[in-house]
Every structure is written in structure tokens, then in C-alpha cells.
């Protein structure tokens, strides 16, 4: 298997404040937007190539969240009908309102690529292979879909993911054409399946059984990878239990999914949350083939303490007794940013990190 990327990272970075204030700025100023974008896109591809990357994001500076791409581009969406939902912090008890999702009441339609505001300045300024993340179809069913709203246009939340699935598919496509080298879904909503709170959660409120509705994610998602396999285009999936302002909403290990979504999904890389004892134990690793990378996220990306290099390392020879070292590689567990706020540390904490995995990286398998 011809490796590339050892060092990973999610995609997502802490906004600086002035670009933060810019997007929230009232009256908007647009000019002066694309200006700053531009200004920090700039510093934060110089850093991941200071520190060693062979990859490269734009931070995702661009969306006010790591689904904005898709929200901004796709009418459809009414987010004064938008749902909030409880989050659980780090430490027992500390709660948060989620940030408000919208509710589908148009039939969906995009009218612009996702991705193309962001694409044309990383293709021009990029030092290296390019990483875009996409949010995963999936994504959306189960936070956007209501009963006696959306149904009015949708009959189920089936009917939304596949109309949904043929807009993912197009733009994983046209950057698959347009020589992206890595692209990267992000499909949080799989946790739903393995914490046994959200599985009762889709019998109640998607009406599903979770198991059905697991094979038809599965599904889902692979309609997209195979509208962008191409040679020389590594495909990846990103699974995590929820990441907002330091943040998650699920718990539990990938032992109640790992057979079914390891086994059937049809990607190159997996990239898995396992920066505590909420991810599990890294025995459902065993059902992953061996043709495929797995890539452990061990730093977190929402605690501001730095792991110590020994521990991590120690942990990655831990994951290497149910997969082969040869197929691993490291990465934080999850995006530094995933909302518009961002994580709860600073940005020389967030790239001590980033540091820590490109250095422990070429000390594991230089």
C-alpha cells in the first residue's frame, strides 16, 4: 500500500477574533471578509507546512460551521424553525444549547457549488496536497427533518438523504475532476448508532429502526465515495460523537457499529475519535480491512492540557495489537473548530498540538 499522510488532522481550525467579528458583523461587509479569510488562510497553510504536514486546509475559515459549505450553498432550509439540542461538557453535569440547526421546509435545491468560494484560493496558494472535508450526507436527516413541516415536502427522512446524497455526490465529484487529492467526509451522526440514548432517540423521533437506518447511511455515503474515486484521490470518513465549544453529545465505542460501518464502507481512510475513555477500547479496530488506514485520534482537540508524547505513542502501539502499525496514523481527534466559536483553548495550544502529532508521526514511523 503506497502510504501518504501520516500526520493527519481534521480540517478545522480556531478562527482568529477579527475574522470571527467580521462574519458577525452588522450591516455585513463582505469585501472586508474575503479580506481577513484571505489574511488567515494564508498564515494557517504556512503553519501546517512549518510543522511538517503534507496536507493542507484552509481551516475551513470560510463557513461559519463544518457544514456551512453546504447550508450556504443549499436552499431549503428555514432556520427560523431551526432546533436547539443539549450538549455535554468535559466536566460532570456542564451543559450548553447547542448552536440552532435548520429545518428543511423547501425541496432542496444548491445553487452553487459547495465548495467553489473556497477551492480557487487554496488551489493557487496550497504548499501541498489538499485536503477538502465535506459534511456527510447523513448529516442532516436527523437534525433537519421534522414531522409536519418537512414532510410536507419530504415524506421521511429517507427521502431527504437521497436527495441530499445526489448534491454530495456532484460536488465530491467535481473535486475529485479538479485534482483534489484528499477529500474527507464528515459523518458525526453515525454516533447516534453506537450510544444507546440516540438509538432510542431514532425510534422515537426518525421513526426508524437503528439498524435499518445504519444500513441506509452505510449506503448513503458510499453513493458519494464512489462518485469521486478516481487514482490518486484518497477517500476518507471522519467519526466523532460531536464537537462544539469544547463540547459532544454521545458516548460509547464503535463496538455496536464496527462490523457493519467498517466493513461495508468504502473508504480509504477511517479517522476515529479515541482521545478518552468515552471513544471505547480499540478492539473494534479488528473488523477494518487490512487495505485500509486507520487514523487515531489521540489528541484532543477540545482540552487545552498537551498529551505527553510517551502516552500517545504508547496508546498508537496499544491500537497496533487489533491493527497493523503499518496501517495506522495519527491525527487530533476531532477539528479544532467544528462551530464558528471554536474549542476551548488558545490557538499556541492548538498548534502545540499540531505540533505534537507531526513530531510523534515521524517518531513512530520515520
Given amino acids: 500500500m503506497a502510504f501518504r499522510y501520516r500526520a493527519d488532522h481534521v480540517g478545522s481550525f480556531l478562527r482568529p477574533k477579527e475574522l470571527i467579528e467580521a462574519r458577525l458583523a452588522d ?23 512549518e510543522l511538517g504536514f503534507d496536507i493542507f486546509t484552509d481551516g475551513e475559515f470560510r463557513r461559519s460551521n463544518f457544514m456551512g459549505d453546504f447550508t450556504d450553498a443549499v436552499q431549503g432550509f428555514n432556520f427560523m424553525e431551526g ?9 460532570p453535569g456542564q451543559r450548553m444549547q447547542g448552536p440552532v440547526r435548520g429545518i428543511v421546509t423547501e425541496k432542496l435545491r444548491a445553487v452553487r457549488p459547495l465548495t467553489g468560494h473556497e477551492l480557487p484560493f487554496l488551489k493557487q496558494h496550497s504548499p501541498g496536497d489538499i485536503k477538502m472535508t465535506l459534511p456527510s450526507a ?15 415536502v419530504y415524506k421521511d427522512h429517507t427521502a431527504l438523504l437521497w436527495d441530499i446524497v445526489e448534491i454530495i455526490k456532484a460536488e465530491m465529484a467535481r473535486l475529485a475532476s479538479e485534482g483534489v487529492k484528499y ?6 451522526r ?17 421513526r426508524m429502526d437503528p439498524e435499518a437506518a445504519l444500513s441506509e447511511a452505510v449506503k448513503a455515503d458510499n453513493a458519494c465515495m464512489k462518485a469521486a474515486r478516481r487514482p490518486g484521490v484518497t477517500l476518507a470518513i471522519h467519526l466523532c460523537r ?4 469544547s463540547h459532544w453529545y454521545a458516548a460509547g465505542g464503535y463496538d455496536a457499529v ?7 464502507l468504502e473508504v480509504d481512510r477511517f479517522l476515529l475519535e479515541y482521545d478518552d475513555p468515552r471513544s471505547g477500547t480499540f478492539e473494534p479496530l479488528r473488523f477494518i480491512p487490512r487495505d485500509k488506514v486507520v487514523v487515531l485520534g489521540l489528541i484532543s482537540s477540545k482540552l487545552a492540557q498537551i498529551e505527553m508524547q510517551d502516552d500517545v505513542i504508547r496508546r498508537i502501539h496499544e491500537a497496533a495489537n487489533f491493527f497493523p502499525l ?9 477539528g479544532f473548530a467544528s462551530v464558528l466559536e471554536g474549542n476551548a483553548l488558545s490557538e499556541d495550544e492548538e498548534w502545540a498540538k499540531m505540533r505534537l502529532v507531526a513530531e510523534t508521526a515521524r517518531r513512530v514511523w520515520s
Fill in 190 to 206: 453515525y454516533s447516534y448508532y453506537m450510544d444507546p440514548k440516540w438509538r432510542d432517540w431514532i425510534r422515537e423521533n426518525m
Fill in 138 to 152: 447523513t448529516q442532516f436527516p436527523a437534525i433537519a427533518f421534522k414531522f409536519g413541516v418537512s414532510d410536507a
Fill in 83 to 91: 432546533l436547539r439540542r443539549e450538549w455535554q461538557g468535559q466536566q
Fill in 258 to 264: 464496527a462490523e457493519k460501518l467498517f466493513g461495508t
Fill in 183 to 188: 477529500i474527507q467526509i464528515d459523518a458525526p
Fill in 326 to 334: 503499518e496501517n495506522l496514523a495519527l491525527s487530533p481527534q476531532c
Fill in 27 to 49: 450591516p455585513p461587509n463582505p469585501a472586508r471578509l474575503r479580506e481577513i479569510e484571505d489574511q488567515a488562510i494564508l498564515r494557517v497553510l504556512a503553519k501546517q507546512k
Fill in 242 to 245: 460531536g464537537n462544539a465549544r
